[in-house]
């Protein structure tokens, strides 16, 4: 039988994070692609701006 890993990411006092998901055209195909990212939620706007 399979074990589950569960990681978890939040602890008290420590910093939070979200996933960040963004669709990326490839310039080659033209086809999307996604690409995920780890950040803290401090940042999650400036790294949607980009």
Known sequence: MAKKVVAT????????YAKVIKAVKSEKTGAYTFREEMVPTTEVKDTLAK
Do not use: P, Q
């Open 9 to 16: 990411l939040k602890k008290e006092g420590g910093v939070t």
